[in-house]
C-alpha cells in the first residue's frame, strides 16, 4: 500500500509534536488508543478566556497515517472555537490525507482525540 505525498509530508515533518502540562487549566488532555490496531494518541489543547484554541500538541505511537492525522489536526484546530473542534469529522481528515480504506480508522482516532480533549477541557472548568 502506498502512503499519499499529504500523508508521507506530515510524516516527516510532523507539526506540533510535543506535551503541554496537564496541570495547567488551560490545558485539555485527550489519550485514546485504536481497538483495530493498538496504536495510541495523545492531542492536547490550551484554550484561551474566550473559548480559542490558542495551541495544539500530539504525540502518536503509531502508523504514518495517525501521525498524519493527529498532525493535521493540531494544525487545523488551532484559532477554532471549542465547538468547532468538537464538530471536526474524521471524514474530512482521510479526505484531506487520501487515506485508503484500511486507514481510516487511523483519522477516526485522531477525531476522538481532539474530542477527548474538548471535554477533558470542559469536565476541569467545572472543577474551577
Ligand atoms: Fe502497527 Fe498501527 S498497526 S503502527
Ligand atoms: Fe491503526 Fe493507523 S492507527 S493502523
Known sequence: MAYSEQVIDH???PRNVGKMND???????GMVGAPACGD???LQIKVSDEGIIED???KTYGCGSAIASSSLVTEWVKGMSL???QDLKNT???????LPPVKIHCSVLA?????AAVADYKEKQTKK
Not at 496541570?23 to 488532555?29: A, F, K, L, M, Y
Not at 477525531?111 to 474530542?115: G, H, L, Q, R, V
Open 11 to 13: 510524516y516527516e515533518n
Open 23 to 29: 496541570s495547567d487549566e488551560n490545558v485539555g488532555t
Open 40 to 42: 495510541v494518541m495523545r
Open 56 to 58: 495544539a500538541k500530539f
Open 83 to 85: 465547538d468547532e473542534a
Open 92 to 98: 474530512k481528515i482521510a479526505e484531506e490525507l487520501a
Open 111 to 115: 477525531e476522538d482525540a481532539i474530542k
